[in-house]
């Protein structure tokens, strides 16, 4: 059973109530319309399953594997043994990836990096970057190999700030479905590019979508 919500346009919006659910269900529907309960019309089935966003808001260790670091990490929802791991494939050019459960394969690095506790951060280096992940709350920063020159670094994670950086939309368990990171920008810091856009050459400040497909 559904109930009409609204017109707009030549669309229609109705609402329909698909039970209780648990983080990570697997739910699959079929929509049936009718008129007057007569030549009745299908559109299914549908698949999705139950997700949330989470984030990283604290780093509590640290080891390394495989030329990567691997950081042990709190997340907002408040799993304790998620996983994020760093490994640089150049000397100016490292990679993240996340495990919800902490389960699951990393990619190994191309550069060994120095790694090492500085207090209130962890320092991940190369001759080339010098990367400082914050334990808490949670923020990567990325300085020139001087650990002086700021190049780039996400939100204070959490707190009072209810920013959140690295992201991922999960099932709570293994499954990723969307991931975002959230950078600072300088005031002269400007975008431009992500594929053929015409509303506008520079797209900072604006909120859009961006993803690769096969034509």
């Known amino acids: 059973q559904s109930d009409w919500q609204n017109n707009s346009g030549n669309n229609s919006y109705w609402e329909a109530s698909?039970?209780?659910?648990?983080?990570?269900?697997?739910?699959?529907?079929?929509?049936?319309?009718?008129?007057?309960?007569?030549?009745?019309?299908?559109?299914g089935p549908f698949n999705f399953h139950v997700a949330v966003w989470d984030y990283a808001v604290k780093a509590t260790s640290y080891t390394k594997t495989d030329k990567s670091t691997r950081f042990q990490i709190t997340t907002k929802a408040g799993a304790t043994n998620a996983v994020l791991s760093i490994g640089f494939t150049g000397n100016d050019v490292y990679r993240?990836?996340?495990?919800?459960?902490?389960?699951?394969?990393?990619?190994?690095?191309?550069?060994?990096?120095?790694?090492?506790?500085?207090?209130?951060?962890?320092?991940v280096s190369?001759?080339?970057?010098?990367?400082?992940?914050?334990?808490?709350?949670f923020k990567i920063?990325?300085?020139?190999?001087?650990?002086?020159?700021?190049?780039?670094?996400?939100?204070?994670?959490?707190g009072t700030s209810g920013n959140k950086n690295i992201?991922?939309?999960?099932?709570?368990k293994d499954a990723i479905y969307d991931a975002?990171?959230?950078f600072s920008a300088a005031a002269d810091e400007h975008f431009y590019g992500y594929g053929q856009r015409y509303e506008s050459f520079d797209m900072r400040g604006k909120q859009f979508e961006n993803y690769i497909y096969n034509e």
């Open 141 to 158: 920063e990325v300085y020139k190999a001087d650990n002086a020159t700021i190049i780039a670094s996400e939100y204070d994670s959490g």
């Open 180 to 182: 975002e990171d959230h």
């Open 18 to 43: 698909l039970g209780t659910t648990a983080l990570g269900d697997a739910i699959t529907y079929t929509v049936h319309l009718t008129a007057n309960g007569t030549d009745e019309k299908t559109q």
């Open 167 to 172: 992201s991922w939309l999960s099932d709570g």
């Open 96 to 123: 993240v990836q996340v495990s919800p459960s902490g389960h699951g394969s990393f990619a190994a690095g191309a550069v060994d990096a120095a790694v090492s506790d500085q207090g209130s951060y962890y320092k």
């Open 126 to 137: 190369t001759n080339a970057l010098s990367l400082r992940i914050n334990k808490d709350p």
